[in-house]
């Protein structure tokens, strides 16, 4: 009966947030904000906790998202708001543990289900987030994560602690990678935090490991190729490998920056996810006519961060610049912060999806407002 009711629960889950999506299509309501940027995000900041957990948006995304927890749990936790991310990781681990299963998403009941499928990097994004907050973890949870490790090597991973060529969901998940550097990344980073975690016995793989497979399969001299088969620049794939630390190679930041101002890829402000939409393989329901250049030619608010992290923390010389550019173009001028743009910096609208308002990584850009030197993730 119990695994029934795990089963029915992911699939009202999944179901409720595919409704949610297509229903504020057409009927939801884009909430806006007096202020400048830095106090329109933290207005979006203070709605978006529930009490238990922080939801991943003001629009249909009110639900909790791990990815998109893990990417602002350090951010949330530098600017004074460690209390509420300890309290979201014990939230989720309860729900985690009590469906004996780890998945990107868990509605406000308790459900636990993935979307659009299952992906890499949920667990790494857990253990990141319990790493950047200082989570104490307890016996129970310390055995549900050894366990949980295993599964996860054993799906994902070969003997070696490559990642097997398969299909599976990720950050820019409309696209079908062939092993992404995003992905080589967070497993990446991933080993480094089972180090710090003492979670070895469920992970045996060195972090040095993906740094090689990063240098010698991935780096083309401008930027980290987006996977095994396309040497195409994908945002994500060509700034995680240095927003997570997993390489420190100030060099190697300003070459792909370079390459980013010379392809206009931050213009009219940071960021486009690609110069080159043809070249990726996309799920059909995530491109034309449904969801036209979704994740190709559009600006992303959550990647324009990346970026500005990046500039700040090798100290870029257009950083000040471009960080006022985003600010008044992605945030000041929707007086929200929206899920992502269209090039011209338009509101995205598609056939059966609109750009959410006021997303969670509200927290990134505070964290670029607050007044101490940016930590440097290990």
Same mark, same amino acid.
């Given at each position: 009966?119990?695994?029934?009711?795990?089963?029915?629960g992911r699939?009202f889950?999944?179901?409720?947030?595919?409704? &949610?999506?297509l229903? +504020?299509r057409?009927?939801?309501h884009i909430e806006?904000?007096?202020g400048n940027?830095?106090?329109?995000c933290? &207005?979006?900041?203070?709605?978006?906790?529930?009490?238990?957990?922080?939801?991943?948006s003001?629009?249909?995304?009110?639900f909790?998202?791990?990815r998109?927890?893990?990417t602002?749990?350090?951010s949330?936790?530098?600017?004074?708001?460690?209390?509420?991310?300890l309290?979201?990781?014990?939230?989720?681990?309860?729900?985690?543990?009590?469906g004996n299963?780890i998945t990107?998403?868990?509605?406000? +009941?308790?459900n636990?289900f993935?979307?659009?499928?299952?992906a890499?990097d949920t667990?790494?994004?857990?253990?990141?987030?319990?790493v950047?907050?200082?989570?104490?973890l307890?016996?129970?949870?310390?055995h549900?994560l050894? &366990?949980?490790? %295993?599964?996860?090597?054993?799906k994902?991973?070969?003997?070696?602690?490559?990642?097997r060529?398969?299909?599976?969901?990720e950050m820019?998940?409309?696209v079908?990678?062939d092993?992404?550097?995003y992905?080589?990344?967070?497993?990446?980073?991933?080993a480094?935090?089972v180090?710090?975690?003492?979670?070895?016995?469920?992970f045996k793989h060195?972090?040095?490991?993906?740094q090689?497979e990063?240098?010698?399969n991935y780096w +083309?001299?401008? /930027?980290f190729?987006?996977?095994r088969v396309?040497k195409?620049?994908?945002?994500?794939?060509?700034?995680?490998?240095?927003?997570?630390g997993?390489i420190?190679?100030?060099y190697k930041?300003?070459?792909?920056?370079d390459?980013?101002?010379e392809?206009q890829l931050n213009?009219?402000?940071?960021?486009i996810y690609?110069n080159?939409e &043809?070249?990726f393989s996309?799920?059909?329901?995530?491109t034309?006519?449904f969801?036209?250049?979704? %994740?190709?030619?559009?600006l992303?608010s959550?990647h324009?961060?990346?970026?500005?992290?990046?500039l700040r923390r090798y100290n870029?010389?257009t950083?000040?610049q471009?960080?006022?550019? /985003?600010?008044?173009g992605m945030?000041?001028q929707?007086?929200?912060?929206? %899920?992502?743009? +269209?090039?011209?910096?338009?509101?995205y609208?598609?056939p059966?999806?609109?750009?959410?308002?006021?997303?969670?990584w509200v927290?990134?850009?505070l964290?670029?407002e607050?007044?101490i030197?940016?930590?440097t993730?290990?």
């Amino acid at each position: 009966m119990k695994a029934l009711t795990r089963v029915l629960g992911r699939i009202f889950g999944t179901l409720r947030a595919e409704w &949610q999506q297509l229903y +504020n299509r057409y009927f939801g309501h884009i909430e806006r904000f007096e202020g400048n940027a830095q106090q329109i995000c933290q &207005q979006i900041l203070d709605r978006l906790w529930s009490g238990d957990f922080y939801r991943t948006s003001l629009g249909h995304f009110d639900f909790f998202w791990m990815r998109d927890f893990g990417t602002v749990a350090e951010s949330l936790s530098v600017i004074g708001y460690r209390k509420h991310v300890l309290s979201t990781l014990r939230w989720a681990l309860l729900h985690y543990r009590s469906g004996n299963v780890i998945t990107t998403c868990i509605d406000k +009941n308790g459900n636990c289900f993935d979307a659009p499928g299952h992906a890499v990097d949920t667990l790494p994004w857990l253990l990141h987030s319990l790493v950047v907050s200082g989570y104490e973890l307890n016996k129970a949870e310390h055995h549900f994560l050894v &366990q949980q490790l %295993e599964k996860y090597s054993k799906k994902y991973l070969d003997a070696t602690g490559h990642i097997r060529p398969m299909k599976f969901a990720e950050m820019r998940d409309a696209v079908m990678y062939d092993r992404s550097a995003y992905a080589v990344t967070l497993v990446g980073r991933m080993a480094i935090c089972v180090q710090k975690l003492g979670l070895e016995e469920g992970f045996k793989h060195l972090p040095e490991l993906y740094q090689t497979e990063l240098l010698e399969n991935y780096w +083309n001299g401008a /930027y980290f190729n987006a996977d095994r088969v396309t040497k195409a620049f994908s945002a994500e794939c060509a700034l995680f490998p240095f927003f997570l630390g997993v390489i420190d190679d100030k060099y190697k930041a300003f070459a792909t920056v370079d390459y980013i101002s010379e392809k206009q890829l931050n213009k009219p402000f940071p960021l486009i996810y690609t110069n080159d939409e &043809q070249a990726f393989s996309y799920h059909f329901w995530m491109t034309a006519p449904f969801m036209p250049h979704y %994740e190709g030619h559009t600006l992303w608010s959550w990647h324009g961060l990346y970026y500005l992290h990046i500039l700040r923390r090798y100290n870029y010389p257009t950083y000040e610049q471009e960080k006022s550019a /985003y600010a008044k173009g992605m945030i000041e001028q929707h007086k929200t912060f929206p %899920e992502m743009l +269209n090039a011209d910096g338009s509101w995205y609208y598609s056939p059966i999806y609109r750009g959410d308002p006021g997303m969670v990584w509200v927290a990134l850009y505070l964290e670029l407002e607050y007044k101490i030197p940016l930590i440097t993730k290990p």
